[in-house]
């Protein structure tokens, strides 16, 4: 069977209420569907990306050569099996790839919002998705499945949306972002914000097209240490030489400064620095207990078939954190969740590399 | 007793050839001492500083609140009693607080050196180290103690310099600069590079003086997330907000945030970002065993009674870079070398902060 990938953006013109009690009026959602809904709509899986990911998780695009974030996991015969199931992956608000975010027109007057862009949280995100459902009338759904960031969208529909869907899973995610964390965020939020290209976020969006912010690539260098592990690194780089530098130990350039560089400005030329704001400030703020009086209280509301998964080695959610979530699940009598720990030395990029640590486990628990 | 601060600068003419090929002439050491030489001169102890520690080790200086940075383990009747220990510590070459570096004036036309200084290594900073300690006439100290950088010297004296100390303390060290810690360098000289005020190294010194890079700060925020540890951080500060910012959680500032915004922007204002790419490069490039087949042929030479004190959480020299160098020296059949992981949740700051945790061994072996 093929993939069927269809791209949509959907236009809203009700208010999105935020959590911040500001309105996001209009809207758009940017989506990607894989497979065919079947009559009775019972096939659904929704995929939800992490920080820099977009609604395109599967297939490849015409004259294109690089395929969706999720393209091993998503697909014909994959894990999530697109000739049984109806996958659709929307892109969140606040991000650049469709929906709206902080360089989108704003009403009436048609120039970005920039600064203006409201605080969006993750509860947004999620919330704007479930209006995209609804006008495209899935009410229910089989399951819902997202890593890092996508991993907390996941567990915001578990505890906001009970009755919403059957089963979710979530990987290499956390019940509320750790210091550490917001850590590393905060180093590419001063980068982008002291960059002198920045501009206070009246930057030249041609600018950024063509080269990027340096800025925002220092930012994403710190991003790419928490990605990785100690282990991940060490058998990658070691402390190997870039091939056309290493002519003399001390004035060569190491393959991990190497790569650091190449990922980190290649990322400035397709992500918006305004959006790696935005995002970065809503994982920050992300805490599923926001609302209820404890993290035991939110737990309670759940009753979709909750996985968690977390990896080894990832320093950027520990995978502490996801056994709290399945600790507290326990205290709270809920009996219908299951951890695990994948054994993987990838770190957090696990989620997005190591597919084949955990593609059985995701394709049992969707076919189970 | 009293401490007997003594703060000095030794010029040297002759030449100090460096392991580039280079040459450095002529050259500052700035050094301070504490306590008093006995007649035989057998109770002298070395203190290494780390990457931005100065020779300013110990005691307060007049007029200042804020004493030596290893305050709380040297001085009268601490773990190394400068009542019965003449303690020197010298500011590293590269450095900015009065051993030559970057920014001292180049001969004979007197305008600094900025990116013509020579790229020195650890080895270079110890060797020039070693001169000091000959002109002073000390030809064999009774013990050599550093952490972090300060490891690296101390281990580079007991390979280079065999018969110089009888006994020799590294501590949150390692024998060759891993890709993680290289990588949280790189976010730094990434972002003083890229800092327009910059300049290409022609910055205004009073400019740095008067509110430092906002480069360097960015690259010291990384730098303050790999001292630290997930534990560390999170008994620190939690998901709490800066007091005076929490009105509404969405729009505070974590106290995470503010920690490092305060630490990173205050240390640009005393720590020259030329000095900092240097000596960072020097740690990206240390390699025990350089110069030798392996580094099991570089441990053969180590004839001083070796302490390695490594700590559990350090994410920026794991224990086990530690624990490898006990372990190559088990396997050269040396009997000389004691290895302690010490059970700390403060990670690498842990070697300056709680002392507690070793200054009994390290008393313990300076008197035993």
């Given at each position: 069977m093929s993939l069927n990938l269809q791209t949509h953006t959907e236009h809203f013109t009700n208010p999105l209420y935020l959590e911040s009690g500001r309105i996001l009026e209009p809207y758009d959602i940017a989506y990607e569907t894989y497979g065919v809904l079947n009559e009775d709509?019972?096939?659904?899986?929704v995929i939800c990306h992490a920080l820099t990911g977009s609604h395109h998780c599967a297939g490849t695009y015409e004259g294109e050569?690089?395929?969706?974030?999720?393209?091993?996991?998503?697909?014909?015969?994959?894990?999530?099996?697109?000739?049984?199931?109806?996958?659709?992956?929307?892109?969140?608000?606040?991000?650049?790839?469709?929906?709206?975010g902080p360089m989108s027109p704003k009403h009436p007057h048609h120039e970005p919002y920039r600064y203006k862009f409201p605080v969006v949280t993750i509860k947004d995100m999620v919330k704007a998705q479930r209006i995209l459902f609804d006008k495209l009338d899935i009410h229910r759904v089989h399951a819902i499945i997202g890593g890092s960031m996508g991993g907390m969208q996941a567990l915001l529909f578990a505890v906001h949306y009970p009755n919403f869907a059957q089963k979710i899973i979530s990987l290499?995610?956390?019940?509320?972002?750790?210091?550490?964390?917001?850590?590393?965020?905060?180093?590419?939020?001063?980068?982008?914000?002291?960059?002198?290209?920045?501009?206070?976020?009246?930057?030249?969006?041609?600018?950024?097209?063509?080269?990027?912010?340096?800025?925002?690539?220092?930012?994403?260098?710190?991003?790419?240490?928490?990605?990785?592990?100690h282990e991940s690194m060490n058998s990658k780089f070691g402390r190997e030489y870039k091939k056309d530098d290493g002519l003399y130990e001390l004035f060569g350039k190491f393959q991990?400064?190497?790569?650091?560089?190449?990922?980190?400005?290649?990322?400035?030329?397709?992500?918006?620095?305004?959006?790696?704001?935005?995002?970065?400030?809503?994982?920050?703020?992300f805490d599923l207990a926001r609302g209820f009086d404890s993290l035991e209280e939110a737990m309670k509301k759940i009753q979709a078939e909750l996985h968690l998964i977390s990896f080894k080695n990832d320093i950027l959610f520990k995978n502490f954190e996801m056994k709290e979530i399945s600790d507290v699940l326990d205290r709270v009598g809920n009996k219908n969740h299951h951890y695990l720990d994948v054994d993987s030395d990838y770190g957090h990029d696990a989620f997005l590399v190591e597919l084949d640590k955990f593609d059985t486990y995701i394709k049992e628990v969707l076919n189970g």
């Open positions: 709509k019972s096939n659904v899986v050569n690089k395929a969706g974030w999720w393209d091993g996991l998503v697909g014909p015969g994959k894990a999530v099996d697109t000739d049984k199931f109806f996958v659709i992956c929307t892109n969140v608000i606040g991000s650049c790839f469709g929906s709206t290499a995610s956390t019940y509320a972002t750790q210091p550490w964390a917001i850590a590393f965020n905060k180093v590419a939020q001063e980068a982008i914000l002291k960059d002198p290209d920045f501009k206070q976020g009246y930057y030249d969006p041609e600018l950024i097209k063509e080269h990027g912010l340096s800025g925002m690539a220092i930012g994403r260098m710190a991003g790419h240490i928490s990605f990785l592990s991990v400064e190497s790569y650091l560089e190449y990922n980190s400005y290649n990322f400035t030329k397709w992500f918006d620095p305004l959006s790696y704001l935005y995002i970065t400030k809503a994982i920050n703020i």
